[in-house]
């Protein structure tokens, strides 16, 4: 519709938003009035005049969001905005609205934040008691040290009113104030099942520290347990918590820009694979390199494919862990295998043996081919060689350096190879010196 049209080009969603209660930040950030809250996870994008909830996905534009705000349909919508802002493109002289909104103007639910408390005492008695349980999940004392993992016997929620039964659990400390109380006991019932996962405190990123400190990158798991078992086999991760935590995660994202590339490995179910394509959104969004790798083949979560194969779950992420350094080594395969086939193409081979670096590339050449070739079939092989694509790394950048600006120079006579035309014709080469040259 023209008027839809009209709205969106003449005034901007932060306009919109504002009229109708919602106040962003300078981020473009604000609370999101679809859903509870503590931290605002919906941002406007002034790029493309549209919102979208990193929390929970709901996305649009002016339009959409008024007709979300008031309960209404788009036409309707559009006939607000227009009344309200006098854009005059309906006869607003009569009541034209098919429905009637839910309210007019709305202020994003408000949920006071309670002071944090401090956990570090249960978290250390917890800890100390580990031993008092095998439900350990695959992770080894280190990783159980390293993350102050802990047990407790009998524990209760802190807010569960006194008739509530008591129940053996893991304690996940996920910072000073907050923690994850995962229950330890086998055949839980249905109920039981429903209240597995035991969250305390606010919502923190698990092992946060790592994206300012990794020295390599980073997993992004969805669970806590997950992260661990990454940890364990030797590398780094950071778990969401829950995959409804994605706007969380790229909000403490914009504050703390990661010191390494991050690798995705959320859960292989739908619901992780909906947060995996939400955060992949959010991180273009952001301008953050990231990866994706599936690290537990044929296994829920990560967790789950370290339990059932160490080794395997093993050799899958330390091969995901070089999926940067591999999308490295791609680009210098396919940059070193055209690179010198121009100079096969356009240079006679006499002239190109007075020229030791491109003679030897052109040796090498067969072996660029097979490497790039594995890429997509062994990528362990790749990996395994490591050095020696550095050494064509350092070779491309070698003839790109010297070789591109020292054989042009030569006589054109002497180096490019005669065209067809040119054979035909029985005349001198024509100078193609200004393509090579470019």
């Known amino acids: 519709m023209d008027e839809f049209k009209s709205i969106r080009e003449q005034i901007s969603i932060k306009e919109i938003a504002k009229a109708y209660g919602l106040n962003c930040d300078r981020n ?22 549209k919102f979208y909830c990193f929390g929970c996905g709901e996305k649009g534009d002016g339009i959409d969001l ?5 309960n209404v349909s788009s036409v309707d919508a559009a006939r607000i905005i227009d009344k309200d802002f006098g854009l005059g493109l309906y006869d607003n002289t009569k009541e034209h609205l098919t429905s009637k909104p839910k309210f007019h ?8 934040q309670e002071p944090e408390t401090d956990y570090t005492d249960l978290i250390e008695k917890a800890h100390r008691d580990i031993g008092k349980t095998d439900y350990h999940r695959g992770l080894s004392q280190q990783t159980l040290d390293r993350f102050n993992i802990g047990f407790i016997k009998d524990w209760k929620h802190p807010k569960a009113p006194d008739k509530v039964p008591t129940s053996p659990r893991l304690i996940i400390p996920t910072s000073p104030t907050s923690y994850l109380a ?5 055949d839980l019932t249905d109920v039981q099942q429903k209240y597995k996962m035991g969250k305390v405190g606010q919502v923190h990123i698990f092992n946060e520290n790592a994206l300012r400190t990794a020295k390599r990158p980073v997993f992004v798991t969805e669970g806590e347990i997950d992260a661990m078992s990454v940890c364990e086999v030797g590398c780094e991760a950071v778990a969401l918590g829950s995959a409804a935590n994605v706007g969380i995660m790229l909000k403490r994202l914009e504050s703390i820009r990661p010191s390494q590339p991050l690798i995705l490995a959320l859960d292989n179910d739908k619901t992780g694979q909906g947060a995996n394509e939400k955060l992949k959104e959010g991180l273009e969004k952001l301008g953050i ?10 296994c829920k979560d990560p967790n789950e494919a370290l339990c059932k194969n ?43 043996a007075q020229h030791s670096k491109i003679s030897n590339a052109i040796r090498d050449k067969p072996r660029v ?38 054989i042009p120079s030569i006589e054109v006579r002497q180096n490019i190879r005669p065209t067809t035309a040119d054979r035909t014709e029985n005349r001198p080469t024509r100078n193609n010196h200004s393509k090579l040259s470019r």
């Not at 390199?289 to 044929?298: L, M, P, Q, V």
């Open 182 to 186: 995962r229950d330890t006991r086998k």
């Open 28 to 49: 473009g950030t604000c609370n999101c009035p679809f859903h509870s809250e503590k931290s605002g996870s919906m941002h406007f994008f002034d790029k493309d005049n």
């Open 369 to 406: 081919m097979e490497l790039g070739n594995k890429l997509k079939t062994d990528r362990q092989a790749v990996i395994s060689a490591r050095t020696e694509i550095e050494g064509f790394a350092k070779s491309l950048r070698a003839i790109m350096q010297e070789g591109l600006h020292k």
């Open 310 to 352: 160490r080794e395997a779950f093993t050799k899958a992420v330390r091969t995901a862990e070089y999926a940067p350094w591999l999308s490295h080594a791609r680009t210098v395969l396919n940059a070193y295998a055209v690179t010198i086939g121009k100079f096969e193409k356009n240079y006679l081979p006499e002239v190109i």
């Open 289 to 298: 390199t990231y990866f994706e790798e599936n690290i537990a083949t044929g």
């Open 105 to 112: 103007a709305v202020a994003p639910k408000v949920v006071e």
């Open 66 to 70: 008024v007709a979300k705000l008031m």
